[in-house]
């Protein structure tokens, strides 16, 4: 049985960093591209960041650049997401998900996708 699993969520204050991971389990992604993906209360589920298979490639919203790094470690099967700078407008349920070939903002063309980990940050 294929898995992500999220991790390293919670409660911080505005300016403090967290740093989510994503576990894979039951195959390797390890020539597929991954992805974050989040989810603020009431609005529609937003494209994060994304990693390409050999890490070449790293596309980031506009929103997160220059405080937010993706990246993995193919032999722990596992993506992170540094977040640095937290903003309130950050806290969402953050997904991780993977897919086939490059990487994409779009959440249509993921195949998994993990259960999510809550980010909370207060002002």
């Known amino acids: 049985q294929v898995q992500l699993v999220e991790s390293g969520g919670g409660l911080v204050q505005a300016g403090a960093s967290l740093r989510l991971s994503c576990a894979a389990s039951?195959?390797?992604?390890?020539?597929?591209?991954m992805g974050w993906f989040r989810q603020a209360r009431g609005k529609e589920r937003e494209f994060v960041a994304a990693i390409s298979w050999n890490g070449e490639t790293a596309p980031y919203a506009d929103s997160v650049k220059g405080r937010f790094t993706i990246s993995r470690l193919h032999a722990a099967n596992t993506m992170y997401l540094q977040m640095n700078s937290l903003k309130p407008e950050d806290t969402a349920v953050y997904y991780c998900?993977?897919?086939?070939?490059?990487?994409?903002?779009?959440?249509?063309?993921?195949?998994?996708w993990g259960q999510g980990t809550q980010v909370t940050v207060s002002s």
């Open positions: 998900a993977a897919k086939n070939g490059g990487t994409s903002d779009y959440e249509g063309q993921y195949d998994y």
């Open positions: 039951g195959r390797t992604f390890s020539r597929d591209a």
